[in-house]
């Protein structure tokens, strides 16, 4: 009863302790979880940018043709009376007949021209059919592709026939003569815009339409039959782009109310707002305006175009409103077409939006096409209506008393709505209804700076606000805008136009064709600004110069070199980065700039950040040298030395910690290997040679035989390098394998296969099936490269004939090699491209030319680019010796046998730039061996189509991938710190379970663990386990072999993941760590040839991905050291030799220390991806364990030579060892600091002696003797226990007072069978939970008795 009483108690008593536990986890930081981690490096898919008018046009000519024929009303309409009489606001009957038609022509003119001053005006009043024919055809022949405007008025003509006539007079106006519209057609032509104010308009467009539908199909029978009779005629003109506005439908009638004008639809299209302000006067409503009357509304005092008079603010409102209600109906292409492609064509349609309001309330419906949907509702109309009240309630007091004119308050009330929409709205929405009124307001001084403000929160919303705004027509005004010097809208334009330029970067040739640079430039070089904006500004000019020359040029003149200089070293870390990509884009190809970069000692101003702390700069550094150094202008002396040290000033980043680092840095080398490309070839050849003449003491040969594979498999088994997509390899495409081992030349011996033209290292073709990304068989294998790189380290390579042993290209081609074989798969992959385009020039320009016309070689089918075939490995490698015979050589190269057989491929394709490259280089038939591209000179460069292959087709995707931040969302809460946000309660969840865990387990280590043997799980592990490691928190645990991790549920007995490293075949994973164990978890993998791999995705249904890899320790030595000690000891150390790799992994502070067979202790700093320190262990021995505590800044590894050093990483190098103990004999198994503020050091050596150390006393304070031949130990850091493994088959558990409380020698269940010798073990972190790995394949865990947990 106690017990559970106890457990009832315990949670409140350390309820304090918990709750800081649990802080604790939020307080943790999360390594590798940024965005270069989480995202690819690529830039945003380009939007379809629809916003630009391909065709701006324009009106030019407009015929006005009147048929009033005034005091005769025609026959077939029976006026009233009274009757609508004004037409242009002028009653015919006021004054004689022809004074009266030539005042109307001239007052419509009039009223056209305040919307089109500039074009041509013909009238035609009461005309005959020639005369329309002549105006018409005049018109089009002077407007040539231009738009031309007819306006029909037909008030004193019968109405429109339903044959698709209008009708006009004879010459002595005795009869009324049809027109055909048809024959309008055809005078008028296209572009052109129809204005019909007729009754019964509708039938006109109709008949349009079918003219117009009629005239297609004859132009296409004439186009599908030149000799049919319609194909001799003249072409009709297409009527494809004509725009129609017609008064009412089919079947109506204009209205004729005597209060309005007779021509109520011109006068809707021309003089809007007096219309618009009469029939306002006409509604009910008017009356609850006062005083308000027709005679008052002509006295508006005002011009339509000055916004500063009541008349002129009325008009912008009125715009603004037809605008927004257009933009908010209207299909986004046909909003483009009518309002944005021509200012007469736009204004009609505004009006006719009226027009439609205002008729519709005579039972007339306006007609147009193309159609609009209805927009006589809408509600902005309402808005209207309230600006025009308050402007009319103002008049009477204005015009009498003289009072001063209020604003309309409607821009302000807009803004405020558009601004609600942004503050309250939720992710997936309507655009906001008021987004046109936005860009009215830029006009306007007053509203300005809070129309920006908002228009940049709304780009901020992401690429599909950015399109919206630009297809409303924002552009023009924010390029007008940076000619304004006002300081305040600085900060906002500058956001504005990196948002702009982040989704359309086409932008930047409009910015330098308006000097907008300069603007940014005087941004950049202005120290007030904040870092933000200057950051964008320079994002901007990095655009403006990308790729474009004229951009390139405007800002060198501006400057632009010496103001990034300056801001280098600035502490925001953005505006490092984009000031060097700016500078990389501005040198680039570009040569005047970089020899003004040269005078101001660019390079060596960026040198400082290759070593900055942040990866993206470090990366932006190396792009920005590496465009400086590939430059394809002609080389002087002074040019190759400045190259020569850039190189050499980037090789020493080989061993950055990060992959997109070290991905930056092979395009950059690449552009050098460009630039000195017949350099490289030589240095190519001598490594191929040197290859071939050695072998490498590979660390794998040094073992007992039998025990490992050799370095290269015989080459019946070609080994397959998985590159991409590390999944379980296993299952490689066995397919393809065997295919080209059909085609592969095996030589018999079995030794390392000499690399000569006729037979290439077999394993290459094969081992790189995968090798590249798109499969072309590459020159130089992965394992012939790692060869060379192991024969550069070990021979001397003093022997180098024509390049002196240390020169630039030896060293670089080193670093390549080195790269070529790095963890990460994306930087050896491009690593290898640049290898092998340079090895494949190497051996095509070294290969002979006289064995070429050998005949028995060229007996087969001319080559196909594409088909992969028999001789895949002819070319390449040093001349043959001169006296080798055509004949020699065909033993060597098998015949293609007389079954059908793909066509032999021609030798080796340069593998940079993608698909089939050689396609565009190979005639398409080509001999066998006949010696390719023309050579382009004696010392064989190719054609120089091939160099700006290597460098087009080679670059990362870092720049835009860099520019996809501005495109985002900046102001926006981040998902994580949005407390409502689903990761942020999946985050909550974690830590409550980790607070679950830690407590309950606490519970049970704290009343002691008096046994540990009983056994919760087994299973037959695909591989030999070598180290195993519990999930802190979740019930899964990762069992790794050589080269693959398995995953398994221990709760469910369960596996969840298998996959495979990807690391070499002589290498073995020899460490494990789950960093962010208490939240998103991922695994890190220690290699013995030094490299790191950390995983994301693994046992969760989801494919495992590599988040990054480096290279953690170079230089690892040969693993032969401390080998003859250990030999008798258990299997699978001793083979090896050698601790590996060994790790150990703080948390609380991002450190991640490093050793194994190195001299050294290496700690990174996980969050820079840098190396931070390099500790010196001062013995000659590897380092077996190590184990740090944060809190104190210690560190204890304990050595081969079993001695345990302890070392304070605060001090410098040479004092920071602080203790060594040389009491264990022999090498120490495992080093361990205890936590606590005084915790000890405990330490165990092979022969069992666990000896406890007092970090500040030179001598051990106790002494346990466990079981001797000790394979595998752990220490519990909760329940003071520890387990011993033994090559004795089987495991003791001690508890902290040497005492054993459990012995395991065999497994429960089936027969029980003993268990294997121990091979790797470890605690569960919380639990009292014992993983055990053995060599017969399985892996155990063992807990405490069932009635304690």
Request: with cysteine.
């Amino acid at each position: 009863m106690k017990m559970d009483s106890d457990l009832l108690h315990s949670p409140a008593v350390g309820l304090a302790e918990e709750e800081e536990a649990d802080m604790n986890d939020w307080k943790l930081p999360l390594a590798f979880m940024k965005k270069r981690h989480s995202e690819k490096i690529e830039g945003s898919k380009a939007l379809a940018q629809s916003w630009r008018m391909k065709d701006r046009m324009k009106t030019v000519s407009v015929a006005l043709v009147l048929c009033l024929n005034v005091g005769v009303d025609p026959p077939d309409v029976v006026k009233t009376s009274p009757c609508a009489r004004l037409e242009c606001w002028i009653d015919p009957l006021s004054m004689s007949p022809q004074k009266a038609l030539e005042t109307i022509g001239a007052n419509l003119q009039k009223q056209y021209e305040n919307w089109q001053p500039r074009a041509r005006y013909k009238q035609s009043l009461d005309p005959t059919v020639d005369e329309v024919k002549k105006l018409c055809t005049s018109l089009r022949r002077n407007a040539k592709e231009e738009r031309v405007l007819f306006h029909y008025n037909g008030h004193g003509v019968p109405r429109p026939t339903v044959n698709g006539e209008i009708w006009v007079f004879n010459k002595n106006y005795t009869q009324y003569i049809p027109l055909s519209i048809y024959d309008l057609q055809t005078w008028m032509g296209s572009p052109s815009i129809f204005v019909y104010d007729c009754s019964n308009a509708g039938i006109i467009v109709k008949s349009f339409k079918q003219f117009a539908l009629q005239r297609e199909q004859e132009l296409e029978v004439a186009a599908i039959n030149p000799s049919h009779p319609l194909a001799q005629m003249p072409l009709p003109p297409s009527m494809k782009n004509c725009i129609q506005l017609a008064a009412c439908e089919a079947s109506e009638l204009l209205p004729m109310n005597p209060d309005l004008p007779a021509d109520l639809f011109t006068s809707c299209l021309t003089t809007p707002i007096k219309i618009a302000l009469r029939w306002f006067c006409m509604q009910k409503s008017a009356k609850l305006v006062p005083g308000v009357t027709l005679d008052l509304i002509e006295k508006i005092p005002g011009r339509l175009n000055d916004r500063r008079t009541p008349l002129g603010e009325l008009n912008w409102i009125f715009t603004a409103i037809t605008d927004t209600i257009a933009w908010n109906v209207l299909p986004r292409d046909l909003f483009q077409k009518l309002f944005r492609q021509d200012l007469l064509v736009a204004s009609l349609f505004r009006n006719f939006l009226l027009a439609e309001r205002i008729m519709r309330s005579y039972n007339c419906t306006p007609v147009s096409s193309p159609r609009l949907p209805p927009t006589y509702m809408h509600a902005m109309w309402q808005a209207w209506d309230l600006a025009v009240d308050i402007c009319l309630s103002q008049l009477p007091t204005i015009i009498e008393e003289g009072t001063a004119f209020r604003h309309s308050p409607f821009f302000a009330e807009q803004l405020t709505a558009f601004q609600v929409w942004l503050t309250m709205g939720v992710e997936n929405r309507n655009p906001p209804e008021q987004l046109p009124i936005v860009l009215q307001v830029l006009l306007s001084q007053v509203h300005r700076l809070r129309a920006l403000d908002l228009l940049g929160r709304f780009l901020d919303l992401g690429p599909w606000a950015v399109s919206l705004a630009l297809s409303v027509g924002i552009f023009p005004y924010v390029l007008k805008l940076l000619q304004s010097s006002a300081r305040e809208l600085r900060p906002l334009l500058v956001f504005i136009w990196a948002k702009i330029l982040a989704v359309d970067s086409s932008c930047q040739a409009d910015l330098v064709k308006d000097n907008g640079h300069k603007y940014f430039l005087s941004v950049l070089a202005d120290s007030y600004m904040p870092a933000e904006h200057r950051t964008m500004a320079v994002f901007i000019l990095a655009v403006i110069v990308n790729n474009y020359t004229t951009g390139q040029e405007a800002c060198l003149q501006g400057n632009l070199i010496a103001n990034c200089l300056e801001q280098l070293s600035d502490p925001h870390p953005l505006l490092r980065q984009w000031v060097a990509i700016c500078l990389g884009r501005i040198w680039q190809n570009f040569d005047p700039a970089r020899w003004c970069g040269v005078r101001d000692s660019a390079h060596e101003k960026l040198y400082t950040l290759l070593s900055d702390p942040i990866p993206e700069v470090r990366c932006a550094a190396v792009f920005a040298l590496g465009t400086f150094v590939g430059n394809s202008a002609e080389r002087t002396d002074h040019s190759t030395t400045i190259d020569h040290n850039v190189a050499m000033m980037l090789a020493q980043l080989i061993n950055d910690g990060s992959p997109v680092v070290r991905k930056e840095l092979v395009v950059a080398l690449s552009h050098l290997v460009v630039q000195y490309e017949s350099n490289f070839c030589t240095v190519a050849l001598q490594f191929i040679e040197e290859e071939k003449n050695y072998s490498v003491p590979s660390p794998a040969n040094t073992a007992e035989p039998g025990n490992l594979t050799p370095v290269r498999d015989s080459p019946a088994i070609p080994r397959l390098r998985p590159v991409n997509s590390y999944t379980n390899i296993r299952a490689a495409t066995t397919a393809r394998l065997n295919k080209s081992l059909q085609n592969l030349n095996l030589n018999e011996e079995g030794g390392p296969p000499a690399f000569s033209p006729g037979n290439l290292s077999t394993s290459s073709s094969a081992s790189s099936t995968l090798g590249s990304p798109d499969n072309d068989e590459y020159i130089l294998s992965f394992e012939t490269i790692d060869k060379m790189r192991r024969v550069s380290s070990y021979s001397s390579l003093n022997s180098l004939i024509g390049v002196s042993f240390n020169s630039v290209y030896t060293q670089i081609w080193r670093v390549l090699l080195h790269l070529a074989a790095d963890p990460f798969p994306e930087v050896s992959d491009l690593a290898m491209k640049v290898l092998n385009s340079i090895a494949y020039k190497a051996t095509m320009n070294a290969r002979p030319q006289r064995i070429l016309d050998s005949g028995s070689l060229t007996q087969s089918a001319p080559a196909s680019p594409t088909s992969k075939g028999t001789h895949i490995h002819q070319a390449g490698g040093s001349p043959p010796m001169p006296s080798t015979s055509s004949s020699s050589l065909t033993n060597e190269v098998p015949k293609p046998p007389a079954r059908e057989q793909p066509a032999p491929r021609p030798p080796y394709t340069p593998t940079l730039g993608g698909q089939a490259p050689h396609s565009h280089q190979f005639p398409r038939t080509r001999k066998m061996f006949d010696k390719g591209p023309e050579q382009a000179g004696e010392d064989g460069d190719e054609p120089c189509g091939h160099r700006n292959y290597i460098s087009v087709a080679l670059q990362t995707g870092l720049c835009d991938w860099s520019a996809k931040y501005f495109a985002q969302p900046v102001m926006k809460i981040p998902e994580e710190h949005d407390l409502e946000s689903q990761v942020r309660m999946e985050r909550q969840w974690r830590f409550l379970r980790n607070t679950r865990v830690r407590r309950q387990s606490r519970c049970i280590t704290q009343k002691g663990v008096s046994r540990l043997d009983d056994q919760i799980f087994i299973n037959r592990n695909p591989g030999v386990p070598s180290v195993v490691k519990f999930h802190p928190f979740n019930t899964c645990i990762a069992v790794a072999d050589k080269d693959s991790i398995c995953f398994w549920d221990w709760e469910k007995g369960e596996r969840l993941d298998y996959f495979y490293n990807g690391n070499p075949r002589y290498t073995r994973i020899t460490a494990m760590e789950y960093l962010n164990g208490h939240d998103c978890s991922l695994l890190l993998t220690a290699t013995d040839d030094g490299a790191l791999r950390i995983w994301k995705n693994f046992a969760d249904q989801k494919n495992p991905e590599m988040v990054t890899a480096w290279q953690g320790l170079s230089d690892m030595l040969p693993t032969t050291r401390g080998l003859a000690r250990r030999v008798s000891i258990y299997l699978d150390r001793s083979k090896q030799g050698g601790a590996g790799m060994v790790v150990d992994w703080e948390q609380e502070t991002g450190l991640l220390m490093t050793s194994g067979d190195v001299r050294v202790i290496r700690i990174w700093d996980t969050d820079r991806e840098m190396k931070v320190q390099d500790i010196p262990t001062g013995a000659d021995s590897c380092v077996t364990s190590l184990s740090c505590d944060s809190q104190r800044s210690l560190i204890v590894a304990g050595l081969g030579d079993g001695s345990v050093r302890v070392f304070d990483r605060r001090m410098g190098p040479n004092e920071c060892r602080v203790m060594t103990y040389r009491e264990h004999g022999a090498w120490v198994v495992k080093a361990h600091l205890q936590k606590e503020t005084d915790g000890h050091v405990i330490s165990v050596s092979v022969n069992g002696d666990v000896r406890f150390f007092e970090p500040r006393t030179p001598d051990s304070v106790n002494v346990l003797q466990t079981v001797k031949g000790l394979t595998a130990l752990d220490i519990h850091p909760q329940a003071n226990l520890f387990a011993c493994g033994s090559m004795n088959q089987f495991i003791a558990v001690y508890n902290s007072n040497g005492d054993v409380i459990s012995n395991i020698k065999y497994y429960d269940g089936f027969m029980g069978q003993r268990i294997g010798a121990i091979s790797c073990l470890a605690f569960h972190p919380y639990w009292p939970h014992l993983a055990v790995g053995s060599n017969d394949y399985y892996m155990s865990i063992y807990s405490a008795e069932k009635r304690l947990r």
